[in-house]
């Protein structure tokens, strides 16, 4: 089993519209979680980073972990073309200064 | 806004050459890291390094990679000799700390193209 496992895609919904974008993870030690964005051939860039299980909400987005089902959620509210990237899910354990473990990402488009 | 910044941002190689990846990390961040993505595939962790020593590495990480940090400014990735299946984004993260954040920020990669 992969340690996190997270749908390709490619996911396409038009402008407007409220996207829900998953992962699910095996790694019960995995404390830290969080949602980057990643445009074609760029860097990954950071968008939610949560710590405890619950949502955390930022403008558009709101990130949402359970921890019990090892389960996390990124919900992007009045989807924009803007937002259209590969967004992908990473974790790490407790210790400070650990590696990130990352999902294979969602490719996401919003249609105008 | 601080950034990591990577050069070159292309770099192409025949197989068997040496190639060196450079990172300016953000100043004052601790922790240094190497990540790669193969095109298509997911972003994987190859080494971290605090204090002037690695930390942690994969099994990515052979005997053919090395990183440095030869000044209080650069970190580098050397691939002593580079095969077609090296060919991918290199990505350089740092991470700093502060009262409620711990989050590694990242690089816009270098391309990686061997020959």
């Known amino acids: 089993q992969k340690e996190v496992e997270q749908d390709p895609g490619p996911l396409s919904v038009p402008e407007g519209a409220i996207v829900s974008l998953n992962c699910t993870y095996s790694?019960?030690?995995?404390?830290?979680f969080m949602w980057y964005r990643q445009y074609s051939r760029k860097g990954p860039e950071l968008l939610m980073y949560?710590?405890?299980?619950g949502n955390k909400e930022d403008g558009r987005f709101t990130a949402q972990v359970d921890k019990s089902s090892k389960y996390i959620s990124l919900f992007i509210r009045d989807s924009q073309p803007s937002d259209s990237a590969t967004y992908l899910c990473?974790?790490?354990?407790?210790?400070?200064?650990?590696?990130?473990?990352f999902g294979q990402g969602t490719e996401l488009s919003v249609k105008p | 806004e601080p950034e990591v910044t990577q050069t070159p941002s292309h770099q192409v190689t025949q197989m068997g050459q040496e190639v060196i990846l450079r990172c300016v990390p953000i100043?004052?961040?601790?922790?240094f890291y190497w990540y790669r993505q193969i095109l298509g595939q997911k972003v994987e962790f190859l080494v971290s390094?605090?204090?002037?020593?690695?930390?942690?590495k994969s099994e990515i990480f052979d005997d053919q990679f090395s990183v440095e940090r030869p000044d209080g400014s650069n970190f580098t990735l050397k691939i002593r000799s580079t095969k077609l299946e090296d060919s991918a984004m290199y990505f350089c993260?740092?991470?700093?700390?502060?009262?409620?954040?711990?989050?590694?920020?990242f690089g816009a990669g270098t391309r990686l193209s061997v020959l």
């Open positions: 990473a974790m790490r354990e407790y210790n400070q200064g650990g590696k990130l473990i």
């Open positions: 790694n019960s030690a995995f404390q830290y």
């Open positions: 949560t710590y405890s299980s």
């Open positions: 100043s004052n961040h601790l922790y």
């Open positions: 390094f605090y204090n002037n020593e690695i930390s942690e």
């Open positions: 993260a740092s991470l700093g700390f502060n009262m409620d954040k711990n989050i590694q920020y």
